[in-house]
């Protein structure tokens, strides 16, 4: 038998036996897997991108949760918002090297969603 010295993340997570309320595990949780956020991150998961490419590559979302998904993305140091002085201004987006090690993880997540979503649907 092989003992491990490692922590299980669910352990990792746990205070006081609980997936506590006030973990921070949460906020970043909330940004990371929101409907936008994920949907932001595969769309930048080949290359870096535009704010209207990213409009209209992530269909249905609106300037104002595209601008507020970003900013928190940003601010998270997931997504790097890179400006180039020109007229107009140009700005791109692209994943820090955080959001390329977040990415690596849910796009796995993101290919067995859309392995299944038709069954899982077909099913309800």
Known sequence: ???SNEVS???RLLTDGKL???CPSRIVLDHVTSRWGV???VALSERSMRWGELRR???GISEKMLAQTLRTLEADGVVDRAVTPSVPPRVDYSLTDRGRELVALLLPLMGW???NADDILAGR
Do not use: K, N, R, Y
Request: hydrophobic share 80%; glycine share 0%.
């Open 20 to 22: 506590a309320a006030a």
């Open 57 to 59: 590559v992530v269909e």
């Open 39 to 41: 949907l932001l991150l």
């Open 113 to 115: 969603i859309a392995d």
């Open 1 to 3: 038998m092989t003992v």
């Open 9 to 11: 993340v669910l352990d």
